[in-house]
């Protein structure tokens, strides 16, 4: 029987203008479409499926149907204050489950405090997800995990992957300094000692932003990340990938990084800020998640946009965001700009769980919890048009000051 990725997937394939780029995925841990594990069988993505149109042709539709879907499960995650700003601010968080249970959990987070948007606190830090909604500090773990770097040095954007050969969860996240983006990587095996950082490689500020990873079953790995020259101002970013395949005895740490490749990723109309990628399971593609901004605003007035893949260079974008700053749920929340969010996909349900980070009017950082029907989402999603777009995505924060932009992480 097809499952519902596959009939999503062959959609898109079925429905793309041959002039557009065709198609995405899901989380952390997969190969691209097509591409083969030794001794294991790809699942092929063949047969025309045969999917619902839409319920209604108002064209106001795809909105209300995605507001429906946010309203139903939105929902802010509680965080423990950290040991170093002892506040409870938390922006770039990042999931990453191992295939069973891992040191008492199956699921993992990273993430940066940022009490008072100010980067001292930016450092990475790390908790146990045990349930959607419910993460908490873990035994024997003193946050943040990366210390500060003092004057001139601030950490973000860090993101995780369960290493399949050694069992270890890497992270890779930027350091800025000297005018440098420094991609570090560091690894655990209980989650409570970390090595040493290494660096992984280097971009000019701001080049190598919000990098994310996925490590496929034989140790390939692609890395994602924004080329946005200027940083958060920026109007015109680009997206870029790097490959690495360590030895089988070497740690992740030490893995060789290539030369950085341009990804047919961009969001028409919108300059894209920050983004995670997931690996959709049995090899059926990849899902983008990603803050994005009109050109003529900055990072203080991001919307929340998915795309799909089949092989994370080719993308298929919507044309609508999935979560904006003027919905109804949004408003409630009284979120000021949608920030760096990670997914994670359960196959058996087809929900697609979503977790942003946003910036809200009491000058706060806070993570929420959404999730999707993924098929019904992306039908939706397809059933939308440039025309549908929200009027209020050019619009920019009322009370965001320009020190605070500056500041954005």
Not at 212 to 217: C, T, Y
């Amino acid at each position: 029987m097809r499952s519902p990725i596959a009939s999503v997937i062959m959609v898109i394939l079925l429905t793309a203008c041959s002039d557009r780029a065709a198609l995405t995925g899901v989380r952390r841990t997969g190969r691209a479409a097509g591409d083969r594990a030794p001794g294991r069988e790809g699942r092929p993505l063949d047969g025309r499926p045969t999917m619902p149109p839409p319920a209604t042709s108002d064209p106001a539709a795809p909105l209300s149907q995605l507001q429906t879907m946010v309203a139903a499960s939105l929902t802010q995650v509680p965080m423990p204050p950290d040991g170093y700003s002892h506040a409870a601010d938390a922006v770039h968080p990042d999931l990453a489950c191992a295939p069973a249970s891992w040191n008492t959990s199956q699921c993992w987070v990273t993430y940066t405090p940022y009490m008072g948007s100010d980067p001292q606190w930016e450092n990475p830090s790390f908790l146990t997800a045990q349930t959607p909604t419910r993460w908490q500090l873990p035994d024997g773990v003193a946050n943040p995990v990366i210390p500060w770097g003092g004057p001139g040095h601030y950490n973000s954007d860090p993101d995780q992957a369960f290493d399949p050969g050694t069992g270890r969860l890497i992270t890779y996240y930027r350091e800025v300094s000297g005018g440098f983006n420094n991609i570090y990587a560091t690894s655990t095996g209980d989650g409570r000692h970390w090595s040493t950082p290494v660096l992984a490689f280097r971009e000019r500020d701001h080049d190598a932003v919000s990098p994310a990873i996925v490590i496929d079953d034989d140790r390939t790995a692609r890395m994602w990340y924004v080329r946005s020259g200027v940083g958060c101002s920026s109007g015109n970013t680009s997206i870029r990938m790097r490959t690495a395949h360590p030895a089988a005895s070497a740690a992740f740490e030490r893995a060789v990084w290539s030369d950085p490749t341009d990804v047919a990723l961009q969001q028409p109309g919108f300059t894209i800020w920050h983004l995670d990628v997931l690996a959709l399971p049995d090899h059926q593609g990849y899902v983008a998640l990603y803050a994005a901004h009109a050109p003529t605003n900055d990072c203080a007035s991001n919307d929340l946009w998915i795309a799909i893949s089949p092989d994370g260079v080719r993308w298929h974008t919507f044309p609508v965001p999935v979560m904006w700053r003027g919905m109804p749920a949004a408003r409630k929340l009284k979120v000021r700009t949608w920030y760096r969010g990670t997914m994670s996909y359960d196959a058996a349900t087809d929900t697609l769980h979503f977790w942003p980070s946003a910036l809200t009017a009491d000058g706060r950082w806070n993570v929420y919890h959404a999730a999707f029907d993924f098929s019904e989402l992306v039908r939706t999603l397809l059933s939308a048009t440039p025309a549908d777009q929200p009027t209020d995505l050019l619009q920019q924060p009322s009370r965001v000051s320009a020190a605070l932009r500056n500041r954005m992480p």
